[in-house]
Structures are given as structure tokens and as C-alpha cells.
């Protein structure tokens, strides 16, 4: 079992940088492939970006390419998501979630999920 609790969200003006951590519980979190997703109102959650158990190979949706970095400290159970130049369109709950499969943009294949962050960005 694996609990995820993530933090970092908030208010933030476009072209800004927000840094969102996610702390896992349990001893096998270096096991787990761990990825980001998002959902803005109104939209279906989507696949934001994933690191590989070892942290050796990250994955992002092209939307966030070259803005946002994904990166994890096995030795704190804890993944961030470094996101920069930060634009309206990424408002959204943010949810870290921990899995097995490498399938990393499939959300069907994430056993475990967060509660989610808020991220705002205000133009």
C-alpha cells in the first residue's frame, strides 16, 4: 500500500514558476513508476509527465515540453514537478499517482493516486 500526499499548488501569474512536491508512504516507493496528471474543470484528467522507478527516464505531454521537469529522491519518497513559464491553460488539479506499468500516459494503469493540488494561473 502507498499513500501519496502532494502540495505545492497555488496562485500564480503567468510566465511564473511553481514547484509541486508529492511524499509517498511505504517502503516499495522506489519500486513504483510515478507520474502527474491534471484535470481543469470542466475536462477529463490528462497525463502531465512520469519517471521511470529509477528516476533514469522521464516522459511529458507535449503541452508541457520544455517547461516542466519531473524529477524524484528515492531516499525521501518524494517526486516534484518543476514547472516553469507557467501559462492560464495549466490550471488545473494536479494529481501524483504510483504505479507498476509502463505504460506511463495511461491513467488506468496508476494503482495509487493523491488528492490533488490546485494550481492556479492568473494572465
Known amino acids: 500500500q502507498v499513500q501519496l500526499v502532494e502540495s505545492g499548488g497555488g496562485l500564480v501569474q503567468a510566465g511564473g514558476s511553481l514547484r509541486l512536491s508529492c511524499a509517498a508512504s511505504?517502503?516499495?516507493?522506489?519500486?513504483?513508476?510515478m507520474g502527474w496528471f491534471r484535470q481543469a474543470p470542466g475536462k477529463e484528467r490528462e497525463f502531465v509527465a512520469a519517471?521511470?522507478?529509477?528516476?533514469?527516464?522521464?516522459y511529458y505531454a507535449d503541452s508541457v515540453k520544455g517547461r516542466f521537469t519531473f524529477s524524484r529522491d528515492n531516499a525521501k519518497n518524494t517526486v516534484y514537478l518543476q514547472m516553469n513559464s507557467l501559462k492560464p491553460e495549466d490550471t488545473a488539479v494536479y494529481y501524483c499517482?504510483?504505479?507498476?506499468?509502463?505504460?506511463?500516459?495511461?491513467?488506468?494503469?496508476?494503482?495509487?493516486w493523491g488528492q490533488g493540488t490546485q494550481v492556479t494561473v492568473s494572465s
Open positions: 499517482a504510483a504505479g507498476v506499468s509502463r505504460q506511463y500516459s495511461d491513467q488506468s494503469r496508476y494503482h495509487y
Open positions: 511505504g517502503r516499495t516507493f522506489s519500486s513504483y513508476a
Open positions: 519517471i521511470s522507478w529509477s528516476g533514469g527516464s522521464t
